[in-house]
């Protein structure tokens, strides 16, 4: 049986072409490849194992799905798809979702897979609750304002589809910005500080990125102003 891991979404991401996968936050997802270090195919947890959604989704807007305590196992179970696991009696099992009637999702170190709830025993002391009011709480910074909703600040999002694959950067970090005709020229500075060149669709959707970049800053506080450059020619 291939290990199978199982990741949560932490952003919503709307897919750009068809190779990609849409997903809201907390969409449970089973990571398939992962060569690529920025994109990772994914099959999108579903009420239904009939019904695939598979795609290419930014590595960064997912995170392994936080274990919520153990279960034991009461009777051995083998497993009938590549989504159950096969467990033995006395089998010690991380816990991962309890909000199904009749399966629990569980993990022995190695594999990840579905297990009848009435095969396994909730250790002393854990309540019978779903994983998503445990994880409620870490304050997480977003990726790129491009791709990802915002929260806390009433900073609006702007989406602009992009073939690169995903990468982000502090507001903080944009130390000078400029547009000429459909072009935007960013500085970046931080820990990795690079310069980038971004061919908008057309001169307006230039400027529009332009003055996104600079209203974010002000919504967020940053107190050094951008370098004001804007070449209108063209």
Do not use: C
Not at 148 to 157: C, F, L, M, S, Y
């Amino acid at each position: 049986m291939p290990s199978l891991r199982v990741y949560v979404a932490l952003y919503d991401y709307q897919a750009n072409t068809e190779d990609e996968l849409t997903i809201k936050e907390n969409d449970v997802l089973y990571i398939l490849e992962d060569d690529n270090p920025d994109w990772w195919k994914a099959r999108l947890k579903t009420a239904d194992p009939n019904d695939l959604h598979v795609g290419l989704v930014p590595s960064n807007y997912v995170e392994p799905l936080p274990s919520i305590g153990t279960v034991l196992g009461l009777y051995r179970y083998e497993a009938a798809t590549e989504e159950e696991l096969t467990i033995e009696e006395g089998d010690t099992l991380a816990l991962y979702k309890q909000d199904d009637p009749d399966w629990f999702l569980v993990g022995n170190g190695s594999h990840v897979g579905f297990v009848p709830r009435n095969y396994v025993e909730v250790s002393p002391g854990q309540k019978d609750s779903s994983w998503e009011h445990q994880a409620g709480g870490d304050q997480r910074e977003e990726p790129t304002p491009s791709t990802v909703r915002a929260h806390g600040n009433k900073d609006d999002i702007k989406l602009w589809a992009v073939k690169s694959p995903v990468r982000q950067w502090l507001i903080k970090d944009a130390v000078n910005v400029r547009h000429e005709k459909s072009h935007v020229y960013l500085d970046l500075s931080g820990a990795s500080p690079t310069s980038l060149d971004f061919k908008a669709a057309s001169k307006q959707e230039a400027v529009a990125i332009f003055y996104k970049i600079q209203k974010s800053r002000i919504t967020h506080h940053v107190a050094s102003p951008l370098n004001p450059r804007i070449s209108e020619s063209g």
